[in-house]
């Protein structure tokens, strides 16, 4: 009899922890396990969250991904410097209402939110349709204890930030992968600098490697593809409490997202369900006048004349003659060509082109 009662409990709770429970949320009673190939997956299909495998490596992550897409993409990794190397990870609410990683016979997680929560610890963990992994206080006050926004990896999404909380200090930055097949942080990071005139910059370790230019009131100077805002609403924050750029598709059937990879360039892509994969919207640095210092002090930059190479002026210099285009055959245009003559220029050329050729 004993052991009817007991087989009754274990199958009480197998139900209660994997029946009773939306499927979009982890809780004191519902958790994943890798090796059961369990899921979680956002109300409206748009997002789950899971264990995976990236590239060709056997290593075990914990990550988010676009549900409906058949090429797998994941934006967010929780556990990326630190992978499990078996299937014996359980994602669930530890003793401390933190959502917490753990492995076959360990104690301490592999990964955790680690944050200190007062009153009670009955938490749950739900994955929301925008992407966002959040840690809710589950009371009738249903408190935001935590979310994946705040921690971003290498995918910037819409909804998402970067810049910083001026209150809390919270500085969201995106960070690279290491390569396709390790999430761990690469060696490109994407940041907002503060300053007087803040911008957005990619580094290369600690060195800057390209910069956004000034915000002119509707984009940055160094991006001009941002006039299309037909597509996305693009707002910077300046203030007390908070300094931060987001850029959010205005239709939510436009499934985007910016990339920092791991060969340092940073790209904003879309999904072409008709052709079915991702079209690159727009990429930097792309060219050699891209890059941070590429002219040194005092030096101007121009991709038409010479292909990126830079030339150099005075200290006090704001313009520069020359009586020769620099290049190869064949660089300009049929209709754009002029003749090698000083005080011949075709209004047809690039405004830079008309101010350096007299």
């Given at each position: ?42 109300s ?167 910069r ?16 299309q ?18 850029s ?32 690159r ?15 040194g ?29 620099v ?9 754009n ?22």
């Amino acid at each position: 009899m004993n052991s009817v009662k007991w087989l009754i409990r274990i199958l009480l709770v197998f139900y209660l922890s994997h029946s009773s429970f939306p499927a979009d949320t982890i809780s004191l009673h519902h958790f994943i396990q890798d090796n059961n190939h369990e899921v979680i997956v956002s109300s409206g299909n748009t997002f789950a969250l899971g264990f995976f495998s990236p590239g060709s490596s056997r290593n075990r992550y914990v990550g988010i991904w676009y549900h409906q897409i058949p090429e797998k993409t994941v934006v967010w990794v929780a556990n990326r410097d630190n992978p499990i190397k078996d299937t014996s990870g359980i994602l669930r609410i530890d003793s401390r209402g933190n959502l917490a990683l753990f492995q076959e016979n360990q104690t301490l997680p592999v990964w955790s939110t680690n944050i200190s929560i007062a009153g009670t610890r009955n938490s749950v963990a739900q994955i929301l349709d925008s992407g966002n992994l959040v840690l809710i206080q589950n009371d009738t006050r249903k408190a935001l204890l935590w979310q994946s926004f705040g921690h971003p990896t290498n995918t910037w999404l819409s909804f998402m930030k970067l810049g910083f909380n001026l209150r809390t200090g919270l500085n969201q930055v995106y960070t690279s992968w290491k390569s396709p097949d390790d999430p761990g942080v690469g060696n490109y990071s994407f940041k907002m600098i503060q300053g007087v005139s803040p911008q957005m910059v990619l580094y290369k370790g600690s060195g800057p490697l390209w910069r956004s230019g000034t915000w002119t009131g509707k984009r940055w100077s160094g991006i001009p593809e941002m006039t299309q805002n037909f597509i996305f609403r693009d707002s910077f924050v300046n203030t007390a409490d908070e300094l931060s750029f987001s850029s959010d598709a205005k239709n939510a059937s436009i499934i985007t997202r910016w990339v920092t990879n791991e060969t340092g360039v940073i790209q904003r892509i879309t999904w072409n369900n008709q052709a079915r994969r991702w079209i690159r919207f727009y990429s930097t640095p792309k060219e050699q006048c891209d890059f941070y210092g590429h002219c040194g002090p005092n030096g101007y930059c121009n991709p038409y004349l010479d292909f990126g190479m830079a030339r150099i002026f005075g200290g006090d210099q704001i313009e520069g003659d020359t009586k020769r285009v620099v290049g190869t055959y064949g660089y300009m245009s049929p209709e754009n060509e002029i003749p090698f003559e000083k005080g011949l220029v075709t209004t047809r050329l690039q405004p830079s082109i008309q101010k350096l050729i007299h």
